[in-house]
């Protein structure tokens, strides 16, 4: 397939994104500016990541396909093991529990088989389903970690969108002057209250995250603060498609080229980085600048595994 400029400028950006929240995260305990930074990117990141996922969604291969990102999960899984025994001299292994990023490579094969076994016509009535099932989940305590379930009911609905979007109107769209001036302010507006009013927000940090069940904090109108919280994924999520450019460097479209080991392997660097206590070194004896250097280090991590060798080597397995 001829890989179009639009969508690797996107994926290049999102998966920058995707790094840069899980580097600013580490430090959402010592820094105001992390926190807001995580709640900021989690809005859009991922939910723009599956809606792109989807839009490009084959109905075919369909076993070999989820046979293989179950196989991919398997092995980060025990890739992360490996980087935390490293560091650690232990290390736990479980590999029915995912709250961390593993679970994107478990929902993408459910995804995949279950898309496979909605018939087209009743996709819109299962997406609708499915976010009632979402409001709801957070209900259950059962509903969590365990298989990543909470993550694959409640993001499902991104991906299924892009399913049923068409990747020519929306690059359309995007070439409007008059949505991205839209996207713009509502970006910025987004930028706004998570910057400044970060806390009277991070209560929702875990409805961002989607990994676990209601809080004592939103109870009993979880399912308000669920919708407030699609409400703003969504709004910002395509905000963000908008102000996409169609055009760009070599260097970016070859980051939105190799997203996925981009994404496979950047996450057991990062256990390496900070059981070493990197963050900790840089936090403490560079305060503001330390927290600036261990951002830029997630720059940097993204450029690193963005080589055909990585890619070739996840290719193995697909």
Known sequence: MKRIMYFDMAKALLIIAVVLGHFADQLTKESGVCRSLFLFLYAFHMPAFLYIAGLFYKNEKTIRRTVSFLVLYVLLKGLIYAAKWAVNGKAAFDLFSEGGTPWFLLAMALYTLLTRLIPVKWRLSFLILNVIGALAAGYCDQIGEWM?????????????????????????????????????????????????????????????????PYHASVMPYGFLYRLLVYTTEVLTGISFLMLVPGGGSKWLSDVGRYTLPIYFFHRPFLYILTGIGVHTVLITSLGMTGIIVWLLLSIATVFLFARGFFDRFLRLFL
């Open 148 to 212: 990543a379930l909470s993550r694959l009911i409640v993001f499902y609905p991104f991906f299924l969108a892009g399913v049923m979007s068409c990747r020519e109107k929306l690059q359309r769209a995007a070439g409007r002057l008059p949505m991205k001036l839209l996207g713009a302010v509502i970006l910025l507006a987004w930028g706004y209250i998570a910057f400044v009013h970060i806390d009277r927000i991070y209560f929702l940090r875990h409805l961002f995250t989607g990994s676990v």
